[in-house]
């Protein structure tokens, strides 16, 4: 069965409600992902996939489920943190609702036309340039989407590749240039996300008639050097940053920390496919490694992220990622259970009784 391309997709990026959007923005990942999975060929998952589980992983943040029940066991004693704390995490929740906007509003238009062209039309060469050609040469960071231009090309190199590790080489190095060109766009996002104001929230909550002033509420609290409440306030909140967003839920319910190496896939025996450890070819492939992959030879050692705020650290463990878990076909699976899909199409929040999204 043919998967229908999504008509919706402009309305979802205009939803107000950052939780609800979010969902379907998940649901439309999939969505994509499947009908490009139809258009390029089987055997390899493509950005579109690894965004669905990275979206998903985003809500989590956007909604902060559980969170307040985390600050609050973290905090301990130090109640005079919560206040502060929680207010950061809305904040930040506000920037990363943002950020899976911004790059879904701009990508899935271009997968939905990729998959109208090469699949159900059939494009070839001419439409190939037609299609990059709308596309703006500039460099990402000068707001241009020159990775756009030369991954849908590599897309469509692997769709018409009839050696299979070529094909899966030309996939990795798409997914490759669409994930550098996404982070490149988002790089205010997740700077702003880590490094949270928490020092001048914590201070506005000081002053009495500004924020509350919860000194005034926490008896001996008024003793405490404002240097070490902060220091402390921001120990707690890079706790909470790294158990809440620096980890990508997968199928089935496991969770990927990005500060670690990442493991092989439940189904390998190696950590990269044996299509992907040689990548000497294409040769742009090879430079795109060179450049970001820090890992030791086809091992995960050097796979995992140091310090998620810097674009080259972060372009190391998503290299390593969609390289790793290119050909991990479990992937492609529903990130939503059907009744949820139901309630998420009617642009609802799913109830707490089919499950946890």
């Known amino acids: 069965m043919t998967t229908p391309v999504p008509t919706d997709l402009e309305a979802i990026a205009e939803l107000p409600d950052g939780a609800v959007r979010n969902l379907l923005i998940t649901q439309r990942y999939h969505d994509l992902s499947q009908a490009l999975t139809e258009t390029i060929g089987p055997g390899n998952v493509n950005w579109s996939t690894f965004a669905t589980w990275a979206s998903k992983t985003a809500g989590l943040s956007i909604r902060n489920e559980e969170v307040p029940s985390f600050v609050a066991q973290l905090a301990g004693e130090r109640l005079f943190l919560l206040e502060p704390v929680t207010e950061t995490l809305g904040t930040v929740s506000e920037s990363i609702a943002e950020g899976n906007k911004r790059v879904y509003a701009e990508l899935t238009p271009l997968f939905a036309q990729f998959v109208r062209v090469f699949r159900d039309a ?10 990059v050609g709308r596309l703006d040469p500039r460099d990402s960071k000068d707001g241009g989407q020159a990775p756009l231009i030369a ?21 990795l190095l798409g997914n490759c240039l669409i994930g550098l060109h996404e ?17 001048d929230i914590i201070r506005k909550h000081l002053v009495p008639g500004t924020g509350g002033g919860f000194l005034t509420k926490i008896i001996g609290a008024v003793e405490r050097p404002l240097e070490e409440l902060t220091g402390l306030a921001q120990d707690v909140w890079e706790e909470i940053a790294t158990r809440t967003m620096m980890s990508l839920a997968l199928p089935g319910g496991a969770v990927l920390p990005l500060g670690r190496d990442i493991p ?3 189904a390998s025996r190696d950590f990269l496919p044996q299509a992907l450890v040689d990548v000497a070819d294409p040769t742009e492939l090879a430079a795109l490694m060179k450049l970001y992959d820090r890992a030791k030879g086809d091992s995960d050692q050097g796979s995992g992220s140091i310090d998620w705020r810097l674009l080259d650290d972060r372009m190391n463990f998503i290299v390593n990622l969609f390289r790793s878990r290119q050909q991990d076909l479990e992937l492609l699976g529903q990130p939503f259970s059907v009744g949820q899909r139901e309630v998420i199409e009617t642009r609802q929040m799913p109830a707490p009784s089919l499950g946890k999204l």
């Open 151 to 171: 991954a849908f090309t590599s897309y469509f190199e692997a769709k018409g590749a009839q050696d299979a590790t070529l094909q899966a080489r030309h996939m």
């Open 264 to 266: 092989k896939a439940a």
């Open 122 to 131: 059939g494009g070839g060469q001419a439409e190939l340039a037609a299609f």
């Open 183 to 199: 982070q490149t766009r988002l790089q205010p996002q997740i700077q702003e996300a880590m490094d949270a104001p928490i020092d």
